[in-house]
């Protein structure tokens, strides 16, 4: 659109609908495999009573794919009166210089398959004023016409033009929501109309859809590139409708025709395709065709012609798509008929998963860097693999120590790990002399069995200091240096400054600094505003990042051009004392502690130590923050598995005073009242359920032989053989900090868990500012003492009540609290979107990823269905990834030894073999698991490493115990796992390489 150089109101008028669009009345289509609805349109005729009836009838199929999932029960009552469409008021607009002051175009209507809900309305916004500016609150309000159809006209004054713009579909409910549709690629082409009315037929383009996986970043720009194929059809001078269809899993040389009963479409002759076009960065195949001569209704569908052959290859569906919209000399039609009706789960990739600093090369410094991903492309590459994917990789330098291994516990969630750094890659003809220096200490690193974090941080920040000495005014001049600082200065300057005073006061805990303890951008612009001016200190942050970011650009560039994608890792959480935290406090709860509650693998839940989101805080800015972190994400990768998933629908919370996570709750939740209580009929005392119940039988049963001892220094006595806990040691942060300075033994360790225990040992947790009215159920409430000391007719009206908390209530709220936050996140990125579901997985959960298109995590020990022990990769849906183990598990030989009764029922029930199982996991075993998931209909198997090398017993490492990555009930476990065998020799290997490069092959991955 032109410069607006005066703007004066002008009335755009609206038809009243059975003007415009008489009803649908054929029989709606379906794509079978999608449920995909398919536009039909009528003659342009006027409407009676009696056609309303019957377009309301024309389907009683609901489509499920264009049914919001809320109020999906309710649907809207056909038109039975004429509705007249509210006039529109909007600005004038001035056309480009180029383009023509008179127009021949006077109408534009919008016809949109889509079945409501009661209370639901339907508008289009895009990138005109016409539909809004983008704008939701001033988008064009669509009308409704019967049920499965909504439609609206906008007349545009005499002599005005309009020029091309973006759009697309929204619906919001009675409460005021918005449910947008996925995608940008609904378009309006005035270069390609010349009409007085143009009428756009649309379908609604639904996140959940399979198909639409595919124009995600990963697929379109490295799986699937290689298949377009170039083709044009034959433009008539004069065409009366435009056909659009998506097909995005066509093969090298397959284009789509048209085919169909009209004589322009050949009479349904396969010889004769009239093949559609697209450009290769366009989503649509278009043709334009002339029907105004033709006999309607037009039957038709589309097929795949290989051009190559000249050979027919399939056609879509069994039933016709039809059109009974006769062409006429002022009218245009353009149909967008979505999705084509072709097998849509034909691609199955696999990929290998495992830390960059897990990674071992003949050229690395003791641990994996960004530059041995090359090598893991080639390897990957070489045996048939598609995704290499990676942990998180962000900078966690908190105290220099390694603590900071943790790598979910980033400082930035911006900023990359200076431990990754390739040294020989920052360094230049000058300084390239100092890294002979450095070849005794790398030699020495490079052959130890694990990553000695400390040394090697040290190392290499030593290095890079003296390399930037020489090089800060040179590197700093750079266009290519000066674009990086731009576009990422909104974290670089904080990070920076936030790294230089973490060292100058000693610790990451900002609170504590005596300067700058309270981020103020002005005053951190006096010592970070540019490169040039900033301290030695802040302005080294700035050189390392940059070549940090060089690296693993240049790590993933080189993936893409061998076909192969990465897919990295964002955390759910922040690091408490982290320059995200400092920067802007408001965005999180820092009162607060974020983690898990218990399970299998931690039975007294998870504690992180993050303070958890203020998600009403982030979205009054629209997720600004998210949307951020999701742009410095796609530098560097096409897909992201988000840690954690479950904490968008709610997070276990924890308090403060707590150091377990089995003291936590689900925030948000809705609570149980005191009133639900009383009316269940349970009248005890509310200090009995709320406060820590001892008796001397707890004593007993939780210190053993040392219980005289926690009776005289931690209890005091409340009545016969009834304890309380001293106020100095009532909470568990409170036992921690006492037993912090004494001496490590067996017997203050038995006392500090047993306190621990006995801090824990209660049933409801008081909900925060509810004046003793609002609680919430401590988790696995039947397994405290105090449950048990309860009669039985309590326990039984408690058990219910715990059911309903836990399983029933939340659901429906938990689910609006996700999509309040996941289809905004995922409209502002079209990387490929996989979240890590697992642990106690609401009922709510499936269905939103299902429908936002989020591919699930299955694992095989860890089933979602509480009835079975374990899950078969069979049983996998195709939007999922499959694997036997992740980085927070044993591998398949580690969890093989681990529980033999479990091992024996696996061996006979999901391996299908007789007899006793062996005790080790031998590699015909480890192989025949691998090929379980190798065959699954998942669209991914992804595979730990270690699980692959474990197929051959020549290569794999003897102990499997050491290939362990993290003990997620250990807070303070020490993330040094490394590949025993470099990449170099993984290269070598041809009779490993080879057998499994036959089994991914095979399987069609």
């Given at each position: 659109?032109?410069?607006?150089?005066?703007?004066?109101?002008?009335?755009?008028?609206?038809?009243?609908?059975?003007?415009?669009?008489?009803?649908?009345?054929?029989?709606?289509?379906?794509?079978?495999?999608?449920?995909?609805?398919?536009?039909?349109?009528?003659?342009?005729?006027?409407?009676?009573?009696?056609?309303?009836?019957?377009?309301?009838?024309?389907?009683?199929?609901?489509?499920?794919?264009?049914?919001?999932?809320?109020?999906?029960?309710?649907?809207?009552?056909?038109?039975?009166?004429?509705?007249?469409?509210?006039?529109?008021?909007?600005?004038?607009?001035?056309?480009?210089?180029?383009?023509?002051?008179?127009?021949?175009?006077?109408?534009?209507?919008?016809?949109?398959?889509?079945?409501?809900?009661?209370?639901?309305?339907?508008?289009?916004?895009?990138?005109?004023?016409?539909?809004?500016?983008?704008?939701?609150?001033?988008?064009?309000?669509?009308?409704?016409?019967?049920?499965?159809?909504?439609?609206?006209?906008?007349?545009?004054?005499?002599?005005?033009?309009?020029?091309?713009?973006?759009?697309?579909?929204?619906?919001?409910?009675?409460?005021?929501?918005?449910?947008?549709?996925?995608?940008?690629?609904?378009?309006?082409?005035?270069?390609?109309?010349?009409?007085?009315?143009?009428?756009?037929?649309?379908?609604?383009?639904?996140?959940?859809?399979?198909?639409?996986?595919?124009?995600?970043?990963?697929?379109?720009?490295?799986?699937?590139?290689?298949?377009?194929?170039?083709?044009?059809?034959?433009?008539?001078?004069?065409?009366?409708?435009?056909?659009?269809?998506?097909?995005?899993?066509?093969?090298?040389?397959?284009?789509?025709?048209?085919?169909?009963?009209?004589?322009?479409l050949n009479k349904w002759d396969i010889t004769k395709p009239v093949l559609l076009s697209r450009k290769e960065d366009e989503h649509w195949w278009s043709v334009k065709i002339n029907l105004s001569n033709e006999a309607f209704p037009v039957t038709y569908k589309y097929g795949i012609y290989d051009i190559a052959t000249r050979q027919f290859v399939q056609m879509e569906g069994d039933k016709n798509r039809i059109i009974y919209d006769g062409g006429a000399s002022n009218k245009l039609s353009v149909v967008s008929d979505g999705f084509a009706i072709f097998p849509n789960n034909n691609f199955k990739g696999a990929g290998v998963a495992i830390p960059v600093f897990s990674l071992r090369s003949q050229q690395s410094f003791g641990?994996?860097?960004?530059?041995?991903?090359?090598?893991?492309?080639?390897?990957?590459?070489?045996?048939?693999?598609?995704?290499?994917?990676?942990?998180?990789?962000?900078?966690?330098?908190?105290?220099?120590?390694?603590?900071?291994?943790?790598?979910?516990?980033?400082?930035?969630?911006?900023?990359?790990?200076?431990?990754?750094?390739?040294?020989?890659?920052?360094?230049?003809?000058?300084?390239?002399?100092?890294?002979?220096?450095?070849?005794?200490?790398?030699?020495?690193?490079?052959?130890?069995?694990?990553?000695?974090?400390?040394?090697?941080?040290?190392?290499?920040?030593?290095?890079?200091?003296?390399?930037?000495?020489?090089?800060?005014?040179?590197?700093?001049?750079?266009?290519?240096?000066?674009?990086?600082?731009?576009?990422?200065?909104?974290?670089?300057?904080?990070?920076?400054?936030?790294?230089?005073?973490?060292?100058?006061?000693?610790?990451?805990?900002?609170?504590?600094?005596?300067?700058?303890?309270?981020?103020?951008?002005?005053?951190?612009?006096?010592?970070?505003?540019?490169?040039?001016?900033?301290?030695?200190?802040?302005?080294?942050?700035?050189?390392?990042?940059?070549?940090?970011?060089?690296?693993?650009?240049?790590?993933?560039?080189?993936?893409?051009?061998?076909?192969?994608?990465?897919?990295?890792?964002?955390?759910?959480?922040?690091?408490?004392?982290?320059?995200?935290?400092?920067?802007?406090?408001?965005?999180?709860?820092?009162?607060?502690?974020?983690?898990?509650?218990?399970?299998?693998?931690?039975?007294?839940?998870?504690?992180?130590?993050?303070?958890?989101?203020?998600?009403?805080?982030?979205?009054?800015?629209?997720?600004?923050?998210?949307?951020?972190?999701?742009?410095?994400?796609?530098?560097?990768?096409?897909?992201?598995?988000?840690?954690?998933?479950?904490?968008?629908?709610?997070?276990?919370?924890?308090?403060?005073?707590?150091?377990?996570?089995?003291?936590?709750?689900?925030?948000?939740?809705?609570?149980?009242?005191?009133?639900?209580?009383?009316?269940?009929?349970?009248?005890?005392?509310?200090?009995?359920?709320?406060?820590?119940?001892?008796?001397?039988?707890?004593?007993?049963?939780?210190?053993?032989?040392?219980?005289?001892?926690?009776?005289?220094?931690?209890?005091?006595?409340?009545?016969?053989?009834?304890?309380?806990?001293?106020?100095?040691?009532?909470?568990?942060?409170?036992?921690?900090?006492?037993?912090?300075?004494?001496?490590?033994?067996?017997?203050?360790?038995?006392?500090?868990?047993?306190?621990?225990?006995?801090?824990?040992?209660?049933?409801?947790?008081?909900?925060?500012?509810?004046?003793?009215?609002?609680?919430?159920?401590?988790?696995?409430?039947?397994?405290?003492?105090?449950?048990?000391?309860?009669?039985?007719?309590?326990?039984?009206?408690?058990?219910?009540?715990?059911?309903?908390?836990?399983?029933?209530?939340?659901?429906?709220?938990?689910?609006?609290?996700?999509?309040?936050?996941?289809?905004?996140?995922?409209?502002?990125?079209?990387?490929?979107?996989?979240?890590?579901?697992?642990?106690?997985?609401?009922?709510?959960?499936?269905?939103?990823?299902?429908?936002?298109?989020?591919?699930?995590?299955?694992?095989?020990?860890?089933?979602?269905?509480?009835?079975?022990?374990?899950?078969?990769?069979?049983?996998?849906?195709?939007?999922?990834?499959?694997?036997?183990?992740?980085?927070?598990?044993?591998?398949?030989?580690?969890?093989?030894?681990?529980?033999?009764?479990?091992?024996?029922?696996?061996?006979?029930?999901?391996?299908?073999?007789?007899?006793?199982?062996?005790?080790?996991?031998?590699?015909?075993?480890?192989?025949?698991?691998?090929?379980?998931?190798?065959?699954?209909?998942?669209?991914?198997?992804?595979?730990?490493?270690?699980?692959?090398?474990?197929?051959?017993?020549?290569?794999?490492?003897?102990?499997?115990?050491?290939?362990?990555?993290?003990?997620?009930?250990?807070?303070?476990?020490?993330?040094?796992?490394?590949?025993?065998?470099?990449?170099?020799?993984?290269?070598?290997?041809?009779?490993?390489?080879?057998?499994?490069?036959?089994?991914?092959?095979?399987?069609?991955?």
């Amino acid at each position: 659109m032109g410069t607006e150089k005066k703007q004066s109101k002008k009335k755009i008028s609206t038809k009243k609908v059975d003007e415009v669009l008489p009803p649908l009345k054929a029989e709606l289509q379906t794509n079978s495999q999608t449920d995909e609805p398919v536009i039909v349109t009528t003659p342009d005729k006027k409407v009676t009573t009696a056609d309303k009836k019957s377009a309301g009838k024309a389907s009683e199929k609901k489509q499920s794919s264009t049914i919001p999932a809320s109020n999906a029960g309710e649907i809207m009552q056909p038109i039975v009166e004429k509705k007249k469409l509210k006039k529109v008021k909007i600005k004038s607009f001035e056309p480009k210089e180029d383009v023509p002051q008179q127009s021949t175009l006077k109408r534009i209507s919008f016809q949109l398959k889509y079945h409501t809900s009661v209370g639901e309305n339907i508008f289009v916004t895009g990138s005109h004023p016409i539909v809004g500016n983008n704008n939701v609150e001033q988008a064009f309000a669509l009308e409704y016409l019967n049920e499965e159809y909504w439609v609206g006209t906008i007349d545009l004054p005499e002599g005005e033009s309009v020029d091309s713009f973006e759009y697309r579909y929204f619906v919001k409910d009675a409460s005021g929501n918005t449910n947008m549709e996925l995608g940008i690629d609904k378009f309006f082409d005035t270069s390609l109309f010349n009409a007085e009315e143009v009428r756009m037929l649309d379908t609604w383009s639904f996140s959940g859809q399979v198909e639409n996986t595919f124009f995600t970043e990963p697929f379109q720009n490295v799986l699937l590139k290689q298949n377009f194929t170039a083709t044009s059809s034959v433009e008539p001078t004069k065409y009366s409708h435009i056909f659009r269809v998506k097909a995005p899993l066509l093969a090298k040389n397959q284009v789509v025709a048209l085919y169909g009963s009209a004589a322009l479409l050949n009479k349904w002759d396969i010889t004769k395709p009239v093949l559609l076009s697209r450009k290769e960065d366009e989503h649509w195949w278009s043709v334009k065709i002339n029907l105004s001569n033709e006999a309607f209704p037009v039957t038709y569908k589309y097929g795949i012609y290989d051009i190559a052959t000249r050979q027919f290859v399939q056609m879509e569906g069994d039933k016709n798509r039809i059109i009974y919209d006769g062409g006429a000399s002022n009218k245009l039609s353009v149909v967008s008929d979505g999705f084509a009706i072709f097998p849509n789960n034909n691609f199955k990739g696999a990929g290998v998963a495992i830390p960059v600093f897990s990674l071992r090369s003949q050229q690395s410094f003791g641990v994996g860097e960004f530059n041995d991903m090359k090598l893991l492309v080639d390897w990957v590459k070489h045996v048939g693999l598609k995704v290499i994917q990676i942990l998180p990789v962000n900078d966690t330098i908190a105290t220099h120590s390694w603590v900071d291994s943790y790598p979910y516990a980033a400082i930035s969630a911006f900023a990359l790990h200076p431990l990754f750094l390739h040294l020989p890659s920052i360094t230049n003809n000058e300084n390239a002399d100092l890294l002979g220096g450095l070849e005794p200490l790398k030699n020495e690193l490079n052959s130890l069995d694990k990553v000695d974090y400390e040394r090697v941080l040290v190392a290499k920040l030593q290095f890079a200091q003296t390399v930037f000495a020489t090089q800060k005014n040179t590197i700093f001049q750079l266009a290519d240096f000066q674009s990086f600082f731009l576009e990422n200065r909104h974290w670089l300057v904080p990070y920076a400054a936030f790294s230089y005073l973490r060292d100058e006061y000693g610790t990451p805990d900002f609170s504590t600094w005596p300067k700058y303890n309270q981020y103020n951008e002005d005053e951190i612009k006096g010592i970070a505003s540019s490169p040039e001016e900033a301290i030695d200190a802040i302005a080294f942050q700035f050189f390392v990042q940059y070549h940090l970011h060089l690296q693993l650009k240049a790590a993933t560039e080189y993936a893409h051009q061998n076909g192969i994608i990465v897919k990295g890792d964002i955390p759910i959480g922040i690091y408490r004392n982290s320059s995200d935290a400092w920067q802007e406090p408001g965005l999180y709860n820092m009162n607060k502690q974020a983690g898990a509650p218990p399970d299998d693998f931690a039975i007294k839940g998870q504690n992180w130590g993050f303070p958890t989101y203020n998600w009403q805080r982030m979205q009054q800015d629209g997720f600004t923050w998210w949307k951020k972190r999701f742009a410095q994400m796609r530098y560097y990768f096409d897909a992201f598995r988000i840690d954690h998933i479950l904490g968008f629908f709610r997070i276990w919370s924890i308090p403060m005073h707590a150091v377990e996570g089995i003291l936590g709750n689900f925030v948000p939740a809705l609570p149980v009242y005191k009133s639900e209580l009383e009316e269940r009929g349970i009248h005890l005392d509310l200090h009995r359920l709320t406060s820590p119940y001892i008796n001397e039988g707890i004593v007993w049963e939780m210190f053993g032989d040392l219980a005289g001892k926690a009776k005289d220094e931690f209890l005091n006595i409340t009545g016969y053989e009834h304890y309380a806990l001293k106020p100095e040691f009532d909470t568990q942060r409170k036992v921690e900090k006492h037993f912090e300075h004494l001496q490590a033994s067996d017997e203050n360790h038995k006392l500090k868990y047993g306190l621990f225990n006995l801090i824990s040992n209660i049933i409801l947790l008081g909900a925060e500012d509810n004046e003793g009215q609002q609680f919430h159920f401590r988790i696995e409430m039947e397994g405290t003492a105090s449950f048990r000391y309860l009669n039985g007719d309590t326990q039984s009206k408690l058990k219910d009540l715990y059911v309903n908390y836990f399983f029933r209530r939340q659901d429906h709220y938990w689910r609006e609290q996700a999509m309040q936050k996941l289809p905004e996140l995922k409209r502002s990125t079209n990387m490929l979107i996989c979240g890590e579901d697992l642990g106690m997985v609401p009922d709510c959960v499936p269905g939103v990823m299902k429908q936002l298109g989020i591919l699930s995590l299955e694992i095989q020990r860890m089933p979602k269905d509480p009835t079975k022990e374990f899950f078969h990769p069979n049983d996998a849906p195709y939007l999922s990834v499959v694997t036997p183990s992740t980085h927070d598990m044993s591998t398949i030989r580690g969890w093989w030894e681990e529980d033999a009764a479990k091992t024996q029922r696996f061996y006979n029930h999901q391996l299908g073999k007789w007899g006793n199982a062996p005790f080790y996991c031998e590699p015909q075993l480890n192989t025949a698991i691998i090929i379980q998931h190798l065959y699954s209909p998942a669209m991914w198997s992804i595979f730990q490493l270690q699980d692959l090398l474990g197929m051959d017993g020549s290569i794999r490492r003897v102990n499997p115990n050491d290939e362990r990555i993290n003990v997620p009930a250990n807070p303070r476990h020490y993330w040094q796992y490394r590949m025993h065998l470099s990449l170099e020799d993984l290269l070598n290997h041809d009779g490993f390489n080879d057998v499994l490069r036959n089994y991914i092959v095979s399987s069609g991955r």
